[in-house]
């Protein structure tokens, strides 16, 4: 009988902890999906009652000019140490509803690691950072490079991932691809790395300019688990992009014309090359832009980039 009071006592006392550990989602969607009200229910109880977070702060009504000023305000907010907050944004950046910050001085310099995903025009908003990680062309595998240690929550680690804010098809493929992944880290370990590898690879849909990228500071933070870790402890972590490329990745090929071509960073035109391809092996074409000229593609030597599509076979 004590055995078992005293069980309830620690069990009481280590919810009790984890509520209030600070940790504080900040959610904006406005992708028009008629079942939004199922999907914010879900996402509460995930945040809440399977990561553990302490608020869930839904702004899906906030006014447009409102929205900046209310993000700032949440991401200065004062904290303490093993705090943690998490950033989901996304919305047309043409609309007249859009996210993206309307005040040029609004500056993104997170009090405690914070986890972003935003529009690619929040990027502008990013404070410099001098151990900054910036990955759109490269590969990002699931596991960290050897020797480079998790960070400690007591530094300010900041991890920001572009969504694509164009097309409202592709927003809501992206915000169903994020909604997975959220879902799985209620039962498994899931990092920044993940959720970049997933919009590279399972973003299908053509007609959009979107280029998926990710800024970490420090480097570390792009394979942390602690942004979306469980309240409770995990037994068993499995990668969730173990299964993606290679053989297992079905996606049409393209052979180019020649032995020489570019790879663009974004699908602009009058824009050069980020880099020259030599060669004549394949790539791996995901999905075209939104004029249908360039394909979203991956190399065999695991690049990500653009590609003018009448270059290839």
């Not at 979107?210 to 942390?224: F, N, V």
């Given at each position: 009988m004590i055995r078992k009071l005293l069980l309830s006592i620690t069990l009481v006392l280590e919810l009790t902890g984890t509520?209030?550990?600070?940790?504080?989602a900040f959610i904006s969607l406005r992708d028009a999906r008629d079942e939004s009200w199922a999907r914010d229910s879900a996402l509460q109880e995930i945040f809440q009652e399977k990561l553990g977070f302490e608020s869930f702060d839904l702004n899906?009504?906030?006014?447009?000019?409102?929205?900046?000023?209310?993000?700032?305000?949440?991401?200065?907010r004062t904290?303490?140490?093993?705090?943690?907050?998490?950033v989901w944004i996304n919305s047309p950046a043409d609309s007249p509803d859009s996210a993206c910050p309307r005040n040029p001085d609004f500056v993104i310099a997170p009090a405690v690691p914070t986890l972003i995903l935003a529009p690619n025009c929040f990027a502008e908003s990013l404070a410099p950072q001098t151990d900054l990680l910036h990955i759109s062309l490269r590969d990002l595998p699931v596991s960290p490079p050897r020797g480079l240690s998790d960070f400690?929550?007591?530094?300010?680690?900041?991890?920001?991932?572009?969504?694509?804010?164009?097309?409202?098809?592709?927003?809501?493929?992206?915000?169903?691809?994020?909604?997975?992944?959220?879902?799985?880290?209620?039962n498994?370990?899931?990092?920044?790395?993940?959720?970049?590898?997933?919009?590279?690879y399972e973003l299908r849909s053509?007609?959009?300019?979107?280029?998926?990228?990710?800024?970490?500071?420090?480097?570390?933070?792009?394979?942390?688990?602690?942004?979306?870790?469980p309240?409770?402890?995990?037994?068993?972590?499995?990668?969730?992009?173990?299964?993606?490329?290679?053989?297992?990745?079905?996606?049409?090929?393209?052979?180019?014309?020649?032995?020489?071509?570019?790879?663009?960073?974004?699908?602009e035109p009058g824009t050069t090359p980020a880099l020259w391809l030599t060669g004549n092996s394949p790539v791996t074409i995901i999905r075209h832009s939104r004029d249908g000229g360039m394909g979203f593609v991956k190399t065999t030597e695991n690049l990500f980039g653009w590609v003018r599509l009448d270059v290839l076979d």
């Open positions: 509520a209030a550990a600070g940790d504080n899906n009504d906030s006014p447009p000019h409102q929205l900046a000023t209310n993000l700032e305000a949440f991401l200065s904290g303490k140490a093993g705090d943690r907050r998490f400690e929550l007591r530094s300010t680690p900041m991890v920001y991932i572009a969504l694509p804010s164009d097309r409202s098809r592709i927003l809501l493929d992206a915000n169903a691809i994020i909604l997975d992944t959220l879902r799985q880290a209620a498994r370990f899931v990092s920044a790395s993940t959720i970049l590898q997933r919009l590279r053509d007609g959009s300019d979107y280029t998926p990228l990710l800024d970490a500071s420090p480097a570390s933070a792009a394979w942390s688990r602690r942004f979306l870790a309240a409770r402890p995990i037994e068993v972590a499995a990668p969730q992009i173990a299964t993606l490329g290679g053989s297992s990745f079905e996606a049409r090929l393209g052979w180019p014309k020649n032995t020489t071509f570019g790879l663009y960073a974004a699908p």
